[in-house]
């Protein structure tokens, strides 16, 4: 990897994703660190551990840059910042759901509970309150610092570029290294998994719209190193972006084709889709990725309503879906997929 640049793996146990990347920067002040994972004890250790084998410790570390507001990204970042004074940033976007979280975690789940309620999975919701809930007790870190992706972040002369990139949530930030080449990713572009999609509290706009915007954004970055938030480091971001916006593509045709053939919900549509590279079918899912399946497909929904190719309409408390009035859907079928 780059000089002054350092990948750090730090273990999410009993999390299908494994493990999430931070990364260090090394200046003459300190290091920055981008994203810290959960706010575990093991976590600090193997953080503390990787800056000592670089010659500092924990005090060394000046800044925290989270790319997003979820706790595998932002988690430790209070604890980090007790322990060595440094800053914490995070994208202003993720204002809303920082605070939502932070006053009242009980308050903003349920707010996700309502939400499958009203994508009809209702039975998903129950058994999502019925399990234990490990993050029950995580309120996320107030940040010194929201930012808006007009700043540049500045190393010992090394320029940073603070890159919008709202999708997988809204506020989610990438870090641009323009000198380097080097992309610091965050979720928006994994190289093994595609970021999900529309976890977010109610009234979030149009989450796909959103990232299919981000990727053709990141698309044109002169980058040749992207330092991913989990999986390995990779180089055709070009080719990457463009297997994502394939496969929004392709889902969102058969999301169309799904309704046509008179799916009505997000929950019915979900139920009928494969889900991961394995294809499971949505029976097959826990609770919790059960309601990533249907925020997702709610996602995928929002965008062809908002095409014009199917109708949305709330009533009694749930949303439903129907084949666009006005004539011509069966003519449209396959054009769900463009990424404008
Ligand atoms: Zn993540």
Redesign the pocket.
């Given at each position: 990897m780059a000089d002054s640049t350092f990948r750090c793996p730090l273990p999410l146990p009993g999390d299908a994703?494994r493990a999430?990347n931070a990364y260090l920067i090394r200046s003459a002040g300190g290091f920055l660190l981008i994203?810290c994972g959960w706010d575990h004890q093991e976590t600090l250790e193997r953080l503390r551990d990787a800056l000592r084998a670089l010659g500092g410790g924990l005090g060394s570390v000046r800044g925290i840059f989270a790319?997003?507001v979820?706790r595998?990204?932002l988690g430790l970042a209070g604890q980090l910042r007790d322990e060595s004074g440094a800053w914490v940033s995070l994208g202003r976007g993720d204002q809303a759901t920082l605070e939502a979280f932070s006053r009242d975690p009980g308050r903003a789940r349920a707010a996700s509970l309502e939400r499958l309620r009203q994508a009809a999975a209702d039975d998903v919701a129950s058994r999502l309150r019925q399990l234990a809930d490990d993050d029950a007790g995580w309120r996320p870190t107030l940040p010194d610092m929201l930012l808006t992706g007009e700043e540049v972040l500045l190393q010992d002369g090394r320029r940073l570029d603070v890159i919008p990139t709202p999708g997988?949530t809204r506020g989610h930030l990438c870090l641009f290294d323009r000198d380097r080449g080097i992309l610091f990713a965050?979720?928006h572009v994994l190289p093994q998994i595609t970021?999900s999609l529309g976890v977010e509290l109610p009234d979030s706009g149009s989450p796909l719209a959103a990232f299919l915007g981000s990727l053709e954004l990141v698309r044109r970055l002169p980058a040749s190193l992207i330092l991913p938030?989990?999986g390995p480091v990779f180089s055709d971001l070009a080719g990457r972006v463009d297997e994502l916006l394939e496969h929004h593509r392709v889902r969102l045709d058969e999301c169309l084709a799904l309704v046509l053939d008179g799916a009505g919900s997000a929950r019915a549509v979900a139920e009928a889709l494969p889900w991961t590279r394995r294809r499971r079918h949505f029976s097959s899912l826990d609770p919790f990725n059960q309601m990533l399946a249907v925020f997702e497909s709610e996602a995928h929904l929002l965008v062809l309503a908002e095409r014009g190719l199917v109708d949305r309409q709330l009533a009694n408390s749930v949303v439903s879906y129907a084949p666009a009035t006005g004539g011509g859907q069966a003519g449209r079928r396959g054009q769900g997929g463009g990424t404008a």
């Amino acid at each position: 990897m780059a000089d002054s640049t350092f990948r750090c793996p730090l273990p999410l146990p009993g999390d299908a994703l494994r493990a999430v990347n931070a990364y260090l920067i090394r200046s003459a002040g300190g290091f920055l660190l981008i994203d810290c994972g959960w706010d575990h004890q093991e976590t600090l250790e193997r953080l503390r551990d990787a800056l000592r084998a670089l010659g500092g410790g924990l005090g060394s570390v000046r800044g925290i840059f989270a790319t997003h507001v979820h706790r595998d990204h932002l988690g430790l970042a209070g604890q980090l910042r007790d322990e060595s004074g440094a800053w914490v940033s995070l994208g202003r976007g993720d204002q809303a759901t920082l605070e939502a979280f932070s006053r009242d975690p009980g308050r903003a789940r349920a707010a996700s509970l309502e939400r499958l309620r009203q994508a009809a999975a209702d039975d998903v919701a129950s058994r999502l309150r019925q399990l234990a809930d490990d993050d029950a007790g995580w309120r996320p870190t107030l940040p010194d610092m929201l930012l808006t992706g007009e700043e540049v972040l500045l190393q010992d002369g090394r320029r940073l570029d603070v890159i919008p990139t709202p999708g997988h949530t809204r506020g989610h930030l990438c870090l641009f290294d323009r000198d380097r080449g080097i992309l610091f990713a965050g979720d928006h572009v994994l190289p093994q998994i595609t970021p999900s999609l529309g976890v977010e509290l109610p009234d979030s706009g149009s989450p796909l719209a959103a990232f299919l915007g981000s990727l053709e954004l990141v698309r044109r970055l002169p980058a040749s190193l992207i330092l991913p938030a989990h999986g390995p480091v990779f180089s055709d971001l070009a080719g990457r972006v463009d297997e994502l916006l394939e496969h929004h593509r392709v889902r969102l045709d058969e999301c169309l084709a799904l309704v046509l053939d008179g799916a009505g919900s997000a929950r019915a549509v979900a139920e009928a889709l494969p889900w991961t590279r394995r294809r499971r079918h949505f029976s097959s899912l826990d609770p919790f990725n059960q309601m990533l399946a249907v925020f997702e497909s709610e996602a995928h929904l929002l965008v062809l309503a908002e095409r014009g190719l199917v109708d949305r309409q709330l009533a009694n408390s749930v949303v439903s879906y129907a084949p666009a009035t006005g004539g011509g859907q069966a003519g449209r079928r396959g054009q769900g997929g463009g990424t404008a």
